[in-house]
């Protein structure tokens, strides 16, 4: 079982920057993908970005250009830094760890920008 923990959500202007962080504890396998997605109100859950633990990265069209994502395989942690925040990125923040066995979700953080 994976049990993940979130933080670095907040409220921040629009054109600045948060850093999130999920941190995975449990029975971690060594090829895993860790993944942020988002879920604005009124709208379905998207995929914002992904790391597998062999590198691959993937972004939505959306955030390219403004998110990082980053993972450190010793600390089974990955982050997420947001630059250039629009409103539109509002939303729940929830990680996501994925291996050939389980599906985890982290409680979620909420993001808000204002404009």
């Known amino acids: 079982q994976v049990h993940l923990v979130e933080s670095g959500g907040g409220v921040v202007q629009a054109g600045g920057s948060l850093r999130l962080s999920c941190a995975a504890f449990g029975s971690i396998r060594s090829n895993n993908d860790m993944n942020w997605y988002r879920q604005a109100p009124g709208k379905q859950r998207e995929l914002v970005a992904s790391?597998?633990?062999?590198?691959?990265?993937n972004y939505a069209d959306s955030v390219k250009e403004r998110f990082t994502i980053s993972r450190d395989n010793a600390k089974n942690t990955v982050y997420l830094q947001m630059n250039s925040l629009k409103p539109e990125d509002t939303g729940v923040y929830y990680c996501?760890?994925?291996?050939?066995?389980?599906?985890?979700w982290g409680q979620g953080t909420q993001v808000t920008v204002s404009s």
């Open positions: 790391k597998s633990s062999r590198g691959n990265t």
């Open positions: 996501n760890f994925r291996d050939s066995y389980m599906n985890t």
